[in-house]
């Protein structure tokens, strides 16, 4: 793959390849017959041979696009995020900064089995997770860069970084919900961000 990507190549691209409109649909059905079958199963019991099923693909041929759950699942997340709109230039550091974090909490909180299965899904080890893994945080990073705008230090853009990686495992782990985990990244960048007055 080219080390260059156009952001709208990026929605519509799985980790493997170009695509071309009929592929592109293909996996556009495979993902959305994802969202539909973690919904029914959890993580748990969903299979890419179910989803496969559901999108009305032979198996085979959405391995070809996707070697596992967990790559298929992490590419839901990273379309939800690549298709987020661009980050709101208005209000105050805070608020900029707490926005960014609130929609990328939010982009599966209402859909607490596809949010689970998310958060498992990104730990995964096999590459094509990976490579969508460092492709998500590049993203996440970006979004607060361009909120921090002329208070993009490292080491407040890395606390911020932690600070939602930490909520994701945290909500992950059942001690709070995917919902409640956007108001507490809320309160976090409050103690991260320098004071309003300095």
């Given at each position: 793959?080219?080390?260059?990507?156009?952001?709208?190549?990026?929605?519509?691209?799985?980790?493997?390849?170009?695509?071309?409109?009929?592929?592109?649909?293909?996996?556009?059905?495979?993902?959305?017959?994802?969202?539909?079958?973690?919904?029914?199963?959890?993580?748990?019991?969903?299979?890419?041979?179910?989803?496969?099923?559901?999108?009305?693909?032979?198996?085979?041929?959405?391995?070809?696009?996707?070697?596992?759950?967990?790559?298929?699942?992490?590419?839901?997340?990273?379309?939800?995020?690549?298709?987020?709109?661009?980050?709101?230039?208005?209000?105050?550091?805070?608020?900029r900064v707490v926005a960014v974090l609130r929609e990328?909490?939010?982009?599966?909180?209402?859909?607490?089995?596809?949010?689970?299965?998310?958060?498992?899904?990104?730990?995964?080890?096999?590459?094509?997770?990976?490579?969508?893994?460092?492709?998500?945080?590049?993203?996440?990073?970006?979004?607060?860069?361009?909120?921090?705008?002329?208070?993009?230090?490292?080491?407040?853009?890395?606390a911020l970084e932690l600070a939602y990686t930490g909520?994701?495992?945290?909500?992950?782990?059942?001690?709070?919900?995917?919902?409640?985990?956007?108001?507490?990244?809320?309160?976090?960048?409050?103690?991260?961000?320098?004071?309003?007055?300095?």
């Amino acid at each position: 793959m080219s080390g260059h990507v156009s952001g709208n190549e990026l929605t519509t691209e799985p980790t493997r390849r170009r695509l071309t409109e009929r592929q592109a649909d293909t996996v556009r059905r495979l993902t959305d017959a994802a969202v539909a079958e973690v919904g029914e199963t959890g993580y748990e019991g969903l299979t890419v041979r179910n989803v496969a099923r559901r999108a009305g693909v032979a198996p085979a041929t959405a391995y070809t696009y996707f070697a596992s759950k967990n790559h298929l699942i992490t590419e839901v997340f990273w379309r939800r995020l690549s298709a987020l709109p661009q980050v709101d230039a208005d209000g105050t550091l805070r608020e900029r900064v707490v926005a960014v974090l609130r929609e990328i909490a939010l982009l599966v909180s209402d859909e607490p089995e596809l949010a689970a299965a998310c958060t498992t899904a990104l730990l995964g080890t096999d590459p094509d997770v990976r490579e969508l893994r460092v492709r998500i945080g590049v993203a996440i990073r970006d979004r607060l860069r361009a909120a921090l705008r002329e208070h993009d230090d490292p080491k407040i853009l890395g606390a911020l970084e932690l600070a939602y990686t930490g909520a994701l495992v945290h909500a992950g782990m059942g001690y709070t919900s995917y919902a409640r985990m956007a108001d507490r990244l809320a309160e976090m960048a409050e103690l991260i961000l320098p004071d309003p007055a300095d």
